[in-house]
């Protein structure tokens, strides 16, 4: 999920100057490199989600850990996206282009190669930073590298196309390498695709350079400070809310994300510019898809979990038992886009979050015996098409007003509101979920692998009724966070219809 961080410089009608000798003649491999990049980048987000299972069974991952498998890549994304933007400020967009691209790579062969949990989670950790480093630049080499007009719209359209299907793509993908080959191959799939990418960056124009520096302080303090937060939640479910590295936890956060505020307040080349908060409207989609971010990302995580070990679907079979949610969210994204110009943002978005969280409370009726046609698919159906109804008018509120040079940092803080939103709510429904599971069948997790293996079926049936109840409340805490993006929208947001923002980028829809 990216957004570039800072303004996009466009060039001049008449060229580009600086482009490598023959780069009008090699658009279309430009494009294939920018849009390789941007799927790759994206379907990490969703690719991973369906080997969950296998990797907790290769490598015992606890039920408490499995959430940071998904966790650890979404912080660091959102955590340094705006200082990943402004180092292509500084130091070049195709540089860091390259250098992003590099690492998310690298990191990519180690997480297949990873013997255990710590090394993998790290390995998804370093993916973030690739993905925070190179995600930003990609929208800026667009306009840098293709002429203004039909070329230029074409590549448009590729990228935004490219953040609409990923989630799809990844499901899918993920359930073929995960049953085909191994679950290692969701990661060796980007080799690949990475080297190709790195091979044609030649292709790309770099973008003009803008005097500053990397606001460094703001990013220790606000990611160190959101990865204590997620950390405390996690931890507080497992050892206790009164356990002194829990409070220590929450204690760290409180302060470092106070002084990340203060920092962003006083220094001249602030990472998150708080001026951008004065408009009730921006504010209010940031909100708001803060929630919307927090309860997708857990739907997708404890679906994922309830198919393949309460329903017993393979990787395959799971990952194309998602597809109602593409239908849904491209059927809803494709209407509000033609609604916005005719009502206001909250009533589209408004009902829209209702319909979501209508969809959210019937996953809650789920069962260990629930069937895929009469109940998953409907209930997906009806999420997706009440989120895609939330996403067009909250990044058109986001964008709405803001002068042209901006138009990328407040696109960029709302892809890193729903990333991080994404991390908090996973982080919080999966210690309720852990939580509940554990209370009505101790170790409910370990006892269901247990059961298998021993041919208990007794024990399997106990601790998939545990299981099924603790991903039914998550499902519950996921439709109160839907319903908060709802009481935000219609306090916060008071615009009227508006009309379509140039320069903001797509918000990635999974």
Known sequence: MSADSTAVTTPSPAGTAGAPPGAGRHLGLALFVIAAAQLMVVLDGTITNIALPSIQTALEVSDANLAWIVNSYALAFGGLLLLGGRAGDLFGRRRMFQLGIAVFTLASLLGGLAPNEGLLIGARILQGVGAAVAAPSALSLIATTFPEGKPRNKAMGVYAAMAGIGATVGLLLGGVLTDVLDWRWVFFVNIPIGLAVLAGTRTLVEAERHPGRLDLPGTVTGTGGLIALVYGITRGGEHGWTDSLTLSCFAVAAVLLSAFLLIQSRTAHPMMPLRLFRDRNRSGSFATMLFIGAGMMATFYFLTLYMQLILGYSAVKTGFANLPFSLGMGVAAALSAKLVTRLAPRLIAGPGLLVAAGGMFWFATLTPDSSYTGHLMPAMFVTALGLGMGFVPMTLGA?????????????????????????????????????????????????????????????????????????????????????????????????RKQETAEGAAPIHMG
């Open 399 to 495: 964008v709405s007003g803001v002068d042209h040079q901006e138009t990328g940092i407040a696109s960029a803080l709302l892809n890193t509101a729903q990333q991080i939103g994404g991390a908090l709510g996973l982080a919080v429904l999966a210690t309720i979920s852990t939580s509940a599971a554990n209370d009505r069948l101790p170790d409910a997790a370990a006892s269901f692998y247990r059961g298998v293996a021993t041919k208990d079926h007794g024990l399997v049936a106990e601790a998939a009724d545990a299981l099924t109840h603790g991903y039914t409340l998550a499902f519950v805490g996921a439709g109160v966070m839907f319903l908060a993006g709802l009481a935000v929208t219609a306090l916060a947001i008071n615009a």
